[in-house]
């Protein structure tokens, strides 16, 4: 039996997952690098049993920091993605304008809060 071999059972071992068979405990008993893998899971299980149970306080005023950097980046994306689709009516309008212009002089004026359409010569 190699290290190689043995060395993908060592943490289910470690964390009574599973148990090693005849040869790979025989393995373990005498190799020192399998044993000292075997202590490195044992030592990282019982720090992460121990990260369970601790509580950790936040700073003052962290929680208050947290959200109005949420509500920051929101407002950003907000605005960005309202330039975005105005890039569209942008482009339109200046093909509208460009299309009047080579038209004769028309001029196209669209009122939003109406929805009316007024040509002016």
Do not use: F, W
């Not at 899971?41 to 929680?63: F, H, M, N």
């Not at 009047?100 to 809060?113: C, D, E, K, P, T």
């Amino acid at each position: 039996m190699r290290c190689d071999q043995v060395a993908p059972h060592l943490g289910d071992a470690a964390s009574g997952r599973s148990l090693l068979d005849g040869d790979e405990r025989h393995h373990v008993e005498h190799c020192l690098r399998c044993q000292a893998e075997l202590v490195q899971y044992r030592k990282l299980l019982r720090a992460l049993r121990t990260l369970r149970t601790e509580v950790i306080e936040p700073a003052p005023g962290l929680l208050a920091e947290v959200l109005a950097a949420v509500e920051s980046a929101a407002e950003h994306g907000a605005v960005v993605g309202i330039l975005r689709g105005r890039k569209v009516v942008y482009v339109g309008g200046l093909a509208a304008a460009a299309t009047a212009a080579a038209a004769g002089g028309a001029l196209v004026i669209v009122n939003r809060s109406r929805r009316r359409i007024r040509i002016a010569s």
